[in-house]
Each structure stands twice: as C-alpha cells, then as structure tokens.
C-alpha cells in the first residue's frame, strides 16, 4: 500500500509538472505572438510614414529579420504546441533558375546489400537543390540521395537529409555566412546586398535575406550564450560602450541607444569580446551582464573602463574599479594641442615614460610585468602625483587646466592599480579597437524600435569580431558553424567558441 501511495504520488507530481511547464510554455508564445503583431504594426507604420529611401528600406529589413526571428523562437518554444495562424496564401517556392551552373552532390547509403543477404536495386533518387555563392557568383548544388531496395524483403533504404540551420531552406551555410558577414562585419545593409547579388544573376529579396538573418540569429544565440559565461570566468575584464541609433516609428525621429563591449585583456590568451544592445547607457545593464545583484553575487573581479559614472553601482558591490590612463592622457594632450599648455606638456612626458615601461614589457609573465613596474613605473607615477598636487594648488578654479587635474587626481588609486598588477592594462585601449568598427559601421544600422533587432547584431558582431581577433577568417568560421551546430550537442557547444574553434580538414 506504501508503495502504491508513492507511486501516485510521484505521478501526481509529474502531472503538476508537466501543467507547470505547459503554462509557461503558453505565456511564452502569447508574448512572442503580441511581439509578432506589434512588429507586423510597426512595418505598415514605417511604409505610411515619410521616411527617405534608405531608412525605408533600414526599417523594414529589420522588422523582416524580427519576425523570422520571432517565428523561429515559436517555433522552438514547442513543436508539440499550437501554432500560430499562418497567412493561408502562402507563396510557393520558385525553381532556381536553370543558366545557373549545377554540381551535384551524390549521397548513398554505405552498403546496398540488405539485411536478408540481397543485393538490393535502385529505383530512383529524391533530388534536393540548394542555392551555393562564392563571391561574385552564384552556383547550384544538387544534392541526389539514392532510393534502393530489396527486391525480397521490399526493404528501402535511403541516406537522410543532412541536418540544416535552416530547415528545407535553399541557401547553403556559404551564401548564409556571406550575408551574415557582410551585413554585421562589412557594415552592408541588406537592400546594398540585394542589389550586389541581383548584378551576379541571382535577385533574392531583401525580405528573404532578413528572413534568413532572422532565423541564423536565433540559432547562434546559444554560442553567444556561452561566450558570455566563458567570459565571465576571467578576473579581469575591459568594458566600454558606444551610441548607436535608433529609429521608431511613429515618433519619426531616432533617439540614441548604446552598444556595450566586454573584453579580456591582450595579456589574457583567452581572446574574446562580447557585445551586449541596450536601450540606454545606464549603469544597470553593466550590473545585469556581469549578473551583480543587491545581495552581492555576480561577477567581483577587476573591471577596465573608461571612469564612466554608469561603472559606478558595480564598484559598490564588489568589483574593483581600473582606470584608464589613455583617457587622463588625453586631455593633457588636449591642454597641448590647443593651448600648448606647459602643464600638458609635462604631463605628457611622464606619460610618456610610463608607456616606455609597458611597451618593453608587452610579451613578459604577469609577476615580471609587476615587478619592473614596481621598479621602473612607480617611481615616475608618485613624481607625477606629487606634481600634479602642486600645480593643482596654483591653477584657476573652473580652467580646462584645473579640470584635467582633477580628473587624474580623482582617479588617481584606480589609474595607478597596474602597477601593482601585472594581469592588468595600462589604459582600456583593446577593447575601443575592438568597440571601433561599430563606430564605423552605425551608419547603417537604424534599430527599428526594436531591442531584438540590436540585441541580434550584437550577437552576430560577437561572433564575428571574437574570430576576427583571434586570427580566424570570420567568415571561414560562421560557415564552419553554421555547418556543424544543427549536429552540435548542446554540453559540446563551447567547442565552436572563437577561441576554441579549429577548423575541419
């Protein structure tokens, strides 16, 4: 009887279960179903309004990519679920175009000798096209898997489709890595694409290429994942963040988001960057990255920035702050270029003789690099403190010269904390050379109100610029990726990072 008791009980417990996971599961397509409804609200706003050609054509290729996305994660959420209605007429695939040049791709199974001892007969094939690019020309790949049979046992065997990271889709992970890198490493909008292959013999709507964008994003999300976790497992860490525009409509007019970088430092072997989108420049999406909360867990190691007040919070709950002496640097550079300012001019000599240290030290182990700083760099940095404290004592209140001061002062503990560490930077120059190309590139990038949109390229910026830094051709990798993660099991994913990656023979 006892057993019998436990044993409803345990099935009593797993029903609860599953009805808890069934709920949630529900709440999770109404939520991606409204998204999908706004979005679909936001594309006849941006078509009615009186936007000029190119942001036209920025809004809507992102709403396309969102609601690809946003299908895909429904889809995801639970195959087994409801779907959602799908537009009755929907439109039928056309054949690729027969000038284009063909190769095929034969696929049969390893033996045709049946299970019974027959040699077993082929009676015909399933033929399966997929539209290839290399640049500058487009190519078919016909892939052929042979049916054969038993002619005793009626046994039909058959290779499997091949898995893809989109499912029956017709571009091969070459001509998606190329859209994938040119749009978020080579900074081309999808319409420039559209009309760049339309000229190689191939016209792919742009609706279609944000489609394509839309679901890669979603399936690259779990290596991004993962590299944020892999990142946070190093005690010292470069953050820095920079504007980006963002365009709604209905309000006609964009207002300024924010790209946030984190980075390991060059001493670290570990190569990688992570970006993070944000629809502001408050400190909390620092704190919600590096996972800080009021009861103090989170991420407690050494953060390089900028001195940006947002840093602030994450100080208090335990991180330690690192400046960056590149950016006192700079303004005594500033006092000198523009007034040739004797205090900038000074200053900048014993700046100059710190950065002489750090680049003859550049290649050494950490407890050397701290010890010739102990020896070479603290001297000229407590003669500089010790200058800088009497000149601040004669200078005008409120003058450029006094504010320049103030600011190292200010900072003075965290700008000179290198010294006595030989993991950490002079100054967080690595990370805004590896935040600079979203500086060029944001002129094409209008986030159509949307945060998935941005939250998206950061991610594929992520992947693209970790490999870039980490000697890796970026588009060789996201080829490479695309190839392998759809057989990829989910506890071997961290294989495919950037820094880990090694490419298939």
């Given amino acids: 009887m006892r057993a019998l008791m436990a044993e409803i009980a345990h099935k009593e417990e797993l029903i609860e279960q599953h009805r808890r996971e069934a709920v949630l599961k529900q709440a999770t397509i109404e939520k991606l179903t409204h998204e999908m409804a706004v979005l679909k609200r936001l594309k006849f706003a941006a078509q009615s309004e009186a936007f000029n050609a190119e942001q036209r054509s920025l809004i809507e290729e992102t709403i396309d990519t969102d609601v690809a996305a946003v299908a895909k994660e429904i889809e995801n959420v639970d195959l087994g679920a409801k779907e959602p209605a799908q537009d009755k007429k929907k439109p039928k695939r056309q054949p690729l175009p027969p000038h284009l040049p063909r190769r095929e791709i034969h696929h ?244 100059k003789e710190l950065y002489d240290v750090e680049r003859r030290i550049q290649d050494l182990k950490p407890h050397e690099r701290q010890a010739v700083r102990q020896k070479s760099s603290r001297p000229v940095a407590d003669a500089m403190h010790q200058w800088l404290t009497q000149q601040r004592q004669v200078v005008t209140d409120g003058s450029a010269t006094a504010k320049a001061i103030n600011y190292t002062l200010k900072r003075w503990t965290a700008l000179t904390k290198y010294i006595d560490d030989g993991d950490l930077p002079i100054d967080s120059n690595w990370v805004e050379n590896q935040i600079r190309p979203i500086a060029l590139g944001r002129a094409n990038w209008l986030f159509a109100g949307s945060l998935r949109a941005g939250q998206r390229a950061a991610a594929i910026m992520t992947l693209v610029h970790s490999a870039r830094i980490n000697g890796h051709d970026p588009y060789a990798y996201i080829k490479d990726v695309l190839d392998r993660l759809p057989t990829q099991p989910a506890s071997r994913v961290a294989e495919l990072l950037p820094h880990r990656w090694q490419p298939r023979s």
């Fill in 108 to 351: 049969e199974p390893e033996s045709t000798t049946c299970r019974c001892g027959c040699a077993m007969k082929r009676i015909g094939q399933d033929v399966a096209e997929k539209l290839d690019y290399q640049p500058g020309v487009f190519s078919v790949e016909r892939h052929i898997r042979g049916k054969w049979v038993c002619s005793r046992c009626e046994t039909l065997v058959q290779v499997p489709v091949a898995p893809h990271i989109i499912d029956k889709g017709i571009p091969t992970t070459s001509l998606l890595a190329q859209v994938l890198v040119a749009k978020f490493l080579d900074h081309l909008p999808l319409y420039r694409q559209e009309y760049i292959f339309q000229r190689a013999g191939m016209a792919i709507s742009r609706s279609t290429l944000a489609t394509w964008v839309g679901e890669c994003g979603v399936q690259l999300q779990p290596l991004v994942d993962a590299l944020a976790a892999e990142l946070l497992k190093h005690d010292v860490l470069h953050a820095d963040e920079t504007p980006v525009a963002m365009l709604k409509p209905g309000l006609k007019k964009t207002h300024r988001a924010y790209i946030w970088s984190y980075a390991t430092t060059s001493f670290n072997p570990v190569k990688a960057v992570v970006y993070d989108f944000a629809e502001s420049r408050g400190g909390k999406h620092a704190r919600r990255f590096l996972g800080l909360d009021d009861e103090g867990n989170g991420w407690k190691g050494r953060l390089v920035t900028d001195g940006f007040n947002g840093y602030g919070a994450c100080h208090k709950l335990g991180v330690t702050e690192v400046a960056c002496n590149a950016h006192s640097r700079r303004r005594y550079h500033q006092l000198w270029i523009h007034h040739k300012s004797a205090v900038g001019e000074q200053a900048l000599k014993f700046y």
